[in-house]
Antibody, heavy 125, light 111 residues
Framework: EVQLVQSGAEVKKPGESLKISCKGS????????IGWVRQMPGKGLEWMGI????????RYSPSFQGQVTISADKSISTAYLQWSSLKASDTAMYYC??????????????????WGKGTTVTVSS | QSALTQPASVSGSPGQSITISCTGT?????????VSWYQQHPGKAPKLMIY???KRPSGVSNRFSGSKSGNTASLTISGLQAEDEADYYC???????????FGGGTKLTVL
């Protein structure tokens, strides 16, 4: 079964650092891009950025460039989203999602076909 | 980059059809036939319902359909069922180095 398993809920204080994870299984992790999406409490989905674990090519939404770091460790099929100094406004649910890919043609699609269950991050003093 | 524009809410009775619009710009929806739609039930992760404007993934009911005209994409749900009650988000590829943009979301209520 193809799945993305995300790390558990986090409660942090402003200024602390954090790294959350997203582990892929049931497919070739290095062949698919992994994106990250933020959902603030009671709000909509926001695109943050995407990484290709095969070569760590990473692209950020202009809104999140410089605010977070996306990385991946292909040896353990895991992608990460990290903050160096959290703010209260980082409180949100964070989803990882796999970008669709056609193995037969080598075409990377423009939608997210598999989603993790999300990681809740709460930042409060 | 601004979010795509969706109505905040729509409603319909069981068996009826509803349409959710998603308006972007010539830089996203208008430039690419790469709009996808996601369904999100409360407390759950989003689920892909439509991709490339009008294609359905395997396992998604054919009651869900998508279309696009100019800078506006639309999701139509026919034969409304109680289980369709959820939030729906459109998403468009926006170019500019693998960037996507979501709509603000539409809450569908089945009366």
């Amino acid at each position: 079964e193809v799945q993305l398993v995300q790390s558990g809920a986090e409660v942090k204080k402003p200024g602390e650092s954090l790294k959350i994870s997203c582990k892929g299984s049931g497919y070739s992790f290095t062949s698919y891009w992994i994106g990250w999406v933020r959902q603030m409490p009671g709000k909509g989905l926001e695109w943050m950025g995407i990484i290709y674990p095969g070569d760590s090519d990473t692209r950020y939404s202009p809104s999140f460039q410089g605010q977070v770091t996306i990385s991946a460790d292909k040896s353990i099929s895991t992608a990460y989203l990290q903050w160096s100094s959290l703010k209260a406004s980082d409180t949100a649910m964070y989803y990882c999602a796999r970008r669709g890919y056609d193995i037969l043609t080598g075409y990377h699609n423009y939608y997210m076909d598999v989603w993790g269950k999300g990681t809740t991050v709460t930042v409060s003093s | 980059q601004s979010a795509l524009t969706q109505p905040a809410s729509v409603s319909g009775s069981p068996g009826q059809s509803i349409t959710i619009s998603c308006t972007g710009t010539s830089s996203d929806v208008g430039s690419y036939n790469l709009v996808s739609w996601y369904q999100q039930h409360p407390g759950k992760a989003p689920k892909l319902m439509i991709y490339e404007g009008s294609k359905r993934p395997s396992g998604v009911s054919n009651r869900f359909s998508g279309s696009k005209s100019g800078n506006t994409a639309s999701l139509t749900i026919s034969g409304l069922q109680a289980e369709d009650e959820a939030d729906y988000y459109c998403c468009s590829y926006a170019g500019s180095s693998l960037n996507w943009v979501f709509g603000g979301g539409t809450k569908l209520t089945v009366l």
